[in-house]
Nanobody, 122 residues
């Protein structure tokens, strides 16, 4: 299974970016996907997550609530993060992760992408 992020870049404060994360390979089901970020000198932190459990549930880190929106296209095994009103403190490498079922009656395993850089200038 491979996760590939895209959509990062340089943007001015107040601007917007849309990140994408596409999962490929042998995939029966994905029941959880999330975006993490890691700024220089800081620990990786959870930004937003989306879970399928009959009902889709989302979760956001407090500082991004109301500015970021996580979504998913199950048919394409792709997750998105719409980021609006970006701030310099949002600057980080953004990583996606997914819990993937590859074989029937197997367990879900976690996979990570390589990350995409988001830089917000003031």
């Amino acid at each position: 299974v491979q996760l590939v992020e895209s959509g990062g870049g340089l943007v001015q404060a107040g601007g917007s970016l849309r990140l994408s994360c596409r999962a490929s390979g042998t995939i029966i089901d994905i029941n959880y996907m999330a975006w993490y970020r890691q700024a220089p000198g800081k620990q990786r932190e959870l930004v937003a997550s989306i879970r399928n459990g009959g009902k889709i549930s989302t979760n956001y880190e407090d500082s991004v609530k109301g500015r970021f929106t996580i979504s998913r296209d199950g048919a394409k095994n792709t997750m998105y993060l719409q980021m609006n009103s970006l701030r310099p403190e949002d600057t980080a490498v953004y990583y996606c992760t997914a819990a993937v079922l590859r074989q029937p009656f197997d367990r879900y395993n976690d996979y990570w992408g390589q990350g995409t850089q988001v830089t917000v200038s003031s």
